[in-house]
């Protein structure tokens, strides 16, 4: 009944219905992927994975990624990237759901140490379908050019220092509030490491096309 009401076309019917009978989702699974639009969002990140995976990699990865996702958990819409990571930790459960299939969690600000110097990488995962390590870097305002230079150094350690051999080379993801595909295309196209670039959006923000008509909180508690 869920997919019925909530899907219009056959073929999104169709993808919802194998995907639930495969990975044996439980409604409240399936209602989240259908709320989070993963029939529109998969394979659809701008990313460099045409100059960086194999060709028999390239399409699983494209299936894993999206270009957004939806943390409907996330209670606090003003807090920076620390903020946004906390409760993504809190809510680790509810997060590896809203990133897809096959993601084990490692660890927040995973520490890398090189010359001595110290770095730390937001939240490491493992994909068990890529067999690789996954990077992701939160942005909370819109994305910038040099986040890109910043992963990939990060994915250059990783490789050199934690992946295993037996593992794929490590992927990395900048996921920001807003992003211009452009921009992000000329900032990944030369780098050497896979990632991609993706947003994230809560289901209490105003969706795109009703801002400019309704006043923001802020604004309402003024007029009130």
Same mark, same amino acid.
């Given at each position: 009944?869920?997919?019925?009401? #909530?899907?219009?076309?056959?073929?999104?019917?169709?993808?919802?219905?194998?995907?639930?009978?495969?990975?044996?989702?439980?409604?409240?699974?399936?209602? %989240?992927?259908?709320?989070?639009?993963?029939?529109?969002?998969?394979?659809?990140?701008? /990313?460099?994975?045409?100059? !960086?995976?194999? +060709?028999?990699?390239?399409?699983? *990865?494209?299936?894993?990624?999206?270009?957004?996702?939806?943390?409907?958990?996330? !209670? /606090?819409?003003?807090?920076?990237?620390?903020? *946004?990571?906390?409760?993504?930790?809190?809510?680790? &459960?509810?997060?590896?759901? +809203?990133?897809?299939?096959?993601?084990?969690?490692? +660890?927040?600000?995973? #520490? @890398?140490?090189?010359?001595?110097?110290?770095?730390?990488?937001?939240?490491?995962?493992?994909? &068990? %379908?890529? =067999?690789? @390590?996954?990077?992701?870097?939160?942005? &909370?305002?819109?994305?910038?050019?040099?986040? +890109?230079?910043?992963?990939?150094?990060?994915?250059? $350690?990783?490789?050199?220092?934690? #992946?295993? !051999?037996?593992?794929?080379?490590?992927?990395?993801?900048?996921?920001? =509030?807003?992003?211009?595909?452009?921009?992000?295309?000329?900032? $990944?196209?030369?780098?050497?490491?896979?990632?991609?670039?993706?947003?994230?959006?809560?289901?209490?923000?105003?969706?795109?096309?009703?801002?400019?008509?309704?006043?923001?909180?802020?604004?309402?508690?003024?007029?009130?």
């Amino acid at each position: 009944m869920l997919i019925l009401n #909530r899907c219009k076309t056959f073929e999104e019917r169709s993808f919802y219905i194998s995907q639930a009978a495969t990975q044996f989702w439980s409604v409240a699974i399936l209602e %989240h992927r259908i709320e989070s639009n993963l029939f529109f969002q998969r394979g659809k990140l701008p /990313n460099n994975f045409d100059k !960086t995976l194999s +060709a028999d990699l390239k399409p699983s *990865v494209l299936q894993v990624f999206q270009d957004e996702y939806l943390f409907d958990f996330i !209670t /606090n819409q003003e807090g920076d990237e620390r903020v *946004v990571e906390g409760e993504i930790i809190s809510n680790i &459960r509810n997060a590896i759901m +809203a990133l897809g299939q096959g993601f084990s969690f490692i +660890a927040n600000q995973y #520490r @890398l140490e090189l010359d001595g110097e110290e770095f730390f990488i937001d939240l490491l995962f493992f994909n &068990r %379908h890529l =067999k690789c @390590l996954v990077a992701f870097e939160l942005k &909370r305002g819109k994305f910038k050019p040099e986040y +890109a230079g910043q992963l990939n150094f990060y994915l250059n $350690v990783l490789d050199e220092k934690v #992946r295993l !051999t037996e593992e794929n080379p490590s992927i990395g993801i900048i996921l920001c =509030k807003e992003k211009s595909n452009t921009i992000v295309e000329f900032a $990944v196209k030369t780098i050497d490491k896979a990632m991609g670039v993706a947003t994230y959006r809560t289901s209490k923000e105003v969706p795109k096309e009703m801002k400019g008509i309704l006043p923001d909180p802020a604004e309402l508690v003024k007029l009130l």
